[in-house]
């Protein structure tokens, strides 16, 4: 049997999803489960012991047959006769491949000789809160015996890898009566020999170390009300400003994606007098501090200090940070991978929040997300006795780790708008829609905003999600709308790099019959609503002092004169000159502001569908149905415009390569002569 079809791998998933799916058990992609079977060697025809277990990366709660690595015991149980001592032991991850049993799977964690030299046929090993909570107690050792009697046996602290295997195992041998350990400065791990046992026993655990904290400890073990939080308004206001000045300080070394967090958890914490002496600490599991860094920055202002100074004081202990961090790897380096970057990944604002950061969405969010894991495992540490966390230098060694390093290395190629974030108007159909996806597709997050609410959640779902793109209701014709949409944006992925102005409308009219309300609608939607957009963009551009990406959607018709369309085609060259104005004024802000001036697309068009299709179809005195047809024979290239070609068009403004490229209008009409620039 295989992965595919042992009862033993089948349990060890049933039990993965379990535990994963509740945050009390382990963090996110924290942790890896095992089992163990007979199954029949397809070389041999004989029994064989096997082992699966989640592989490197992944998370439990989603593991799928895939993630998991199956490996002969007899061979990994080997490797104890070969293990050159502590000193080597990382050459022992190499070596699991040599046991690996079978095609495919996943490949083989740092973690894997704790679940295959453990006499057990099932092995958990998990992050909890309660569980890390004791193993970072100054006095763990006494505590989890306190809590747990013999039933549970402390381990020193060690780092993950083949000597922390041989010590579980050890201390399993000698303890029979156990069902499993606490690991100092990192977490649990149990045991049983069944999958539903083992899980039993990782739950009793944590359980009980819940109840434990609760039961002994004080009522506030992070101190007194120092700061109250601001209301729900004020600090989500003042969020929105901070976030893209705290982003492009935390650009420094490499772009970042945001994310921000206001819990009450991480607010009570940070109301509180003992949060900055516990944030210094820094974290201690591996999975925490892998992701928040050695320790978080901290503004050391109250709520109500002004934003100026607030900003001010940011870029002092921003730049204090750098120096302090680069001291911490010349402290600790030896031969060890260059220095990843000095800025922190997160930043801890008391009374209004915490801003966590990371190559993408996700990787921002989860980083946030592990120093909520903190903060839990400071306050039950705290409860009981005092936080102590592992050393700086044990820390350094898990940052700086050359399996750590190789890991990095071997993730694919960023995408070439990863870290990017965009804005689009108008972005629920047509052209707008084709867009966001592009820019997506490329690595972006998107903010899809839309007048209709339900188009604009439509397309933000397409495209992955809240780790890919948010929804916002916006009428670019209201500058209240248009600062939400960019307050929403901030909020979610830290700032926005890119702003797409399409939102429009378009009414066909001979001239004697526009009305008033027709030019105003027109020029409402569109220069109004372009300007409106681009102000706000050029202020979050130059917070971040980042640069940025502004680009109109405008049309053939800006530069065309055709009949029966006044309203229109002068809104549109209306953008097509602010094009000129914004790209002459923004460029010393490094704001490249460019046009695409697209014609004839037809196809998926919310405009054309709204009635603009069957007028103009009138005007040219061919069937509605024919009119992309029309406009395609019309073009030199007799080709069909569609949104896909404009979203190409936008790509290519944007996504890297135009770096010195501004006021620049690009048609994608398929060739109409008489609207060639000139």
Same mark, same amino acid.
């Given at each position: 049997m295989t992965a595919e079809t042992h009862p033993e791998a089948g349990a060890l998933l049933e039990r993965s999803h379990r535990l994963g799916a509740d945050p009390r058990n382990t963090n996110y992609a924290g942790g890896n489960t095992s089992a163990k079977g007979v199954a029949t060697d397809p070389v041999t025809g004989q029994d064989v012991e096997l082992m699966w277990v989640k592989g490197s990366g992944g998370d439990l709660g989603t593991l799928a047959r895939s993630g998991l690595a199956a490996l002969r015991l007899d061979r990994l149980r080997a490797l104890t006769g070969v293990y050159p001592g502590v000193e080597r032991e990382d050459e022992m991850v190499a070596a699991f491949d040599y046991c690996l049993h079978g095609k495919g799977g996943a490949a083989p964690s740092i973690d894997t000789a704790m679940h295959g030299l453990v006499d057990a046929a099932h092995v958990d090993h998990l992050h909890p809160d309660s569980g890390i909570a004791l193993a970072c107690a100054a006095d763990g050792e006494a505590l989890t015996k306190e809590c747990f009697g013999n039933q549970v046996v402390w381990v020193p602290w060690r780092r993950p890898g083949f000597q922390l295997g041989l010590d579980i195992a050890a201390v399993k041998k000698a303890n029979p009566q156990a069902i499993g350990c606490v690991l100092g400065g990192h977490g649990i791990t149990a045991w049983g020999d069944t999958s539903d046992a083992c899980e039993a026993n990782s739950l009793r655990i944590i359980r009980t170390a819940e109840e434990f904290l609760t039961a002994r400890g004080k009522a506030d073990p992070f101190g007194p009300v120092l700061h109250p939080s601001l209301p729900e308004s004020e600090r989500r206001a003042r969020a929105a400003v901070l976030a893209p000045v705290v982003r492009g300080l935390l650009s420094t070394d490499r772009p970042q994606v945001g994310h921000f967090t206001d819990s009450d958890t991480v607010l009570d914490f940070l109301s509180r007098t003992e949060h900055p002496r516990l944030a210094a600490l820094g974290t201690s599991c591996p999975d925490h501090f892998l992701r928040t860094k050695v320790r978080p920055l901290v503004l050391d202002l109250p709520p109500d200090a002004p934003l100026d100074a607030a900003i001010e004081r940011l870029r002092e202990l921003h730049a204090a940070y750098r120096t302090d961090y680069a001291a911490y790897y010349e402290r600790h380096a030896a031969d060890s991978p260059p220095m990843r970057g000095a800025d922190p990944a997160i930043v801890l604002i008391p009374g209004v929040g915490m801003f966590s950061y990371g190559k993408d969405k996700q990787t921002a969010r989860v980083a946030g997300e592990f120093y909520v894991n903190a903060?839990?495992?400071?306050?039950?540490?705290?409860?009981?006795?005092?936080?102590?966390?592992?050393?700086?230098?044990?820390?350094?060694?898990?940052?700086?780790? &050359?399996?750590?390093? %190789?890991?990095? *290395?071997?993730?694919?190629?960023?995408?070439?708008? %990863?870290?990017?974030?965009?804005?689009?108007?108008?972005?629920?159909?047509?052209?707008?829609?084709?867009?966001?996806?592009?820019? =997506? &597709?490329?690595?972006?997050?998107?903010?899809?905003?839309?007048?209709?609410?339900?188009?604009?959640?439509?397309?933000?779902?397409?495209?992955?999600?809240?780790?890919? %793109?948010?929804?916002?209701?916006? !009428?670019?014709?209201?500058? !209240? !709308?248009?600062?939400? &949409?960019f307050t929403e944006a901030v909020l979610a992925f830290g700032g926005v790099d890119i702003l797409i102005n399409n939102a429009g409308i378009s009414i066909s009219k001979p001239l004697l019959e526009t009305t008033t309300a027709d030019w105003d609608l027109q020029h409402n939607i569109m220069a109004r609503g372009?300007?409106?957009?681009?102000?706000?963009?050029? *202020?979050?551009?130059?917070?971040?002092?980042?640069?940025?990406?502004? =680009?109109?959607? +405008?049309?053939?018709?800006?530069?065309?004169?055709?009949?029966?369309?006044?309203?229109?085609?002068?809104?549109?060259?209306?953008?097509?000159?602010?094009?000129?104005?914004?790209?002459?004024?923004?460029?010393?802000?490094?704001?490249?502001?460019?046009?695409?001036?697209?014609?004839?697309? =037809?196809?998926?068009?919310?405009?054309?569908?709204?009635?603009?299709?069957?007028?103009?179809?009138?005007?040219?005195?061919?069937?509605?149905?024919?009119?992309?047809?029309?406009?395609?024979?019309?073009?030199?290239?007799?080709?069909?415009?569609?949104?896909?070609?404009?979203?190409?068009?936008?790509?290519?403004?944007?996504?890297?390569?135009? +770096?010195? +490229?501004?006021?620049?209008?690009?048609?994608?009409?398929a060739g109409v002569a008489a609207a060639f620039l000139r």
């Open positions: 903060i839990n495992v400071m306050r039950g540490a705290e409860a009981v006795s005092t936080y102590s966390p592992i050393e700086e230098s044990e820390k350094f060694r898990i940052e700086y780790w &050359a399996l750590e390093e %190789a890991k990095l *290395r071997r993730m694919p190629k960023p995408r070439p708008l %990863a870290t990017r974030i965009a804005l689009v108007t108008g972005a629920g159909s047509g052209i707008g829609r084709a867009i966001a996806h592009r820019l =997506v &597709a490329e690595g972006a997050c998107v903010v899809v905003a839309d007048l209709n609410a339900g188009s604009a959640a439509e397309v933000a779902t397409e495209l992955g999600g809240p780790d890919k %793109a948010i929804a916002v209701t916006a !009428d670019v014709t209201e500058e !209240d !709308d248009i600062k939400a &949409a372009s300007f409106l957009a681009s102000r706000e963009a050029a *202020r979050t551009f130059i917070a971040q002092n980042m640069g940025g990406d502004i =680009v109109y959607i +405008t049309s053939k018709n800006a530069v065309f004169a055709g009949p029966n369309n006044i309203a229109y085609s002068a809104t549109k060259a209306d953008q097509a000159h602010q094009v000129r104005l914004l790209a002459a004024e923004l460029g010393e802000h490094g704001i490249r502001v460019n046009g695409v001036n697209p014609d004839g697309v =037809v196809q998926g068009s919310g405009i054309f569908a709204g009635g603009w299709g069957a007028q103009r179809a009138a005007v040219y005195g061919v069937p509605e149905e024919k009119l992309g047809e029309f406009y395609a024979q019309r073009t030199l290239l007799k080709r069909e415009v569609l949104p896909s070609h404009v979203a190409n068009a936008v790509f290519a403004l944007v996504g890297g390569d135009l +770096t010195h +490229t501004t006021g620049l209008h690009i048609p994608v009409d």
